[in-house]
Structure formats: structure tokens, C-alpha cells
């Protein structure tokens, strides 16, 4: 398997302008969805170096997290800012957005790292996931880290349809799905990390209410660049 590291400088240099434009694409669409993936980048690629993956590695998958709910954006404006439970059949559309960020990705030539990770970050440890319903370490390992993260900042992030957790709740939540929705290796291994660091959840930047146009935010461009902090 290709891995982002493992690419030359100049396809790496490629892949990553690829995933930085359709981040910027996810911006443009949702300034939600964007905070959400931005948060999960910096999450997951934090949470990577602490399992022994190098810097480089680690950056491969915050791209991953950058741009792992891009499928969403081809969801229906009614799907997208729903703000009350789905309905079954709106449920089975969601679910496709791995399929579709994937199949952009492969569109543009990303390597296999980057599209498993996107493909498989809905995928549950005991196998009742989505989209191939892959079980234990049949999921990618980048995969696994990426559902961590996704899933602690889906907690701890206010949404018009519910409150953001704090962290000792949300910590409960991921200790009670480990083994069932995790892999617990790493939750164990996300619980030691922040523990380790009092710093570690980023505060949110934009109100999760409908907001005015903002055409071009300086911040944000600027941002889309900077996964170390
Ligand atoms: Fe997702």
C-alpha cells in the first residue's frame, strides 16, 4: 500500500494541494463540516504521534482528517443542516459519504493510505459499521485513529441539534464504546494523550448557527495550512 510518506516530494507536494483545495471546497459548502475536519486533523494527527507514527506519517493522516467528511458536502441542503434525528431512508444516504469522498479521491489519483483512511473512519470495531462492515484489525489502522478523533470532537462540538459534551463525559462515552465502536488500544491510548495534555480540545471558532456569507476569511485560508498546533 502507498502510504503519503512514502510518495516522492513532488506527488507528495501533489497530494497535498489536492486535499488543501478540497478542504477549502468543504469551506466553501459548510463552514461546520470544515471546523469539524479541521479539529479532527489536528486531533488525529496529535493522537498518531502519540501511538509511534513519525511526523511525516502523522501529517499523511491529519490530511486524512482534513478532508474525511468531503462526501457530505454532495449531500441535499435539507440532509446536510438537518437539525433533528433521520429518517431511515436520509440515514442510508448519509452513509454513503465515505463512498463518495473515496471515490473523489481516487478521481485524483491519492494514494491508498489516504482513501482507506477517508473510506473506512465510519467502520466499527466489532464489525456493525459502515461502509464494508470490517471488523477489528481488518480496518485500516489509520482508519481506527481517525474514528477516535471524529468521534471526540462530534462529542465535545455544539451542533443546533445538541449540546457539546464536556470532556469528562465525553471521555465516559469513548470508554463505554471501546471494544464495541473502537479499537481500545487506542482509546486507551487518546485518553493517556490528553490526559498528558490539559490543552489538547480546540475551542470553536465558529457559532454552530446559520451564519452570514463570509466570502473570503483570511484565518481560514490561512489555517487550512497549519495541522501541527
Ligand atoms: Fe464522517
Known sequence: MTTVQQLDPGTRRYTQKIVYELANSIRERDIITYEHCRRVGVYVNRL???VGWSRRAAHGLALAGLIHDLGKTWMQNELLHKDSALSRNERNQMERHPVIAARILLTYGAP???VDA???HHEAFDGHGYPDRLAGEDIPYSA???TV???YDAL???RPYKHALDDATAFEH???MSGSCFDPAIVAAFLDLVEKRPDFRLMPRVSPLPLPPTPHPAWVRHD???LWY
Request: zero cysteines; charged letters at 25%; a negative charge.
Open 48 to 50: 498518531a504521534s502519540a
Open 112 to 114: 491508498d493510505s489516504l
Open 118 to 120: 477517508v473510506l473506512h
Open 144 to 146: 481506527r485513529l481517525l
Open 149 to 151: 478523533a471524529d468521534v
Open 156 to 158: 465535545t462540538s455544539e
Open 174 to 176: 469513548l470508554r463505554t
Open 224 to 226: 487550512v495550512f497549519d
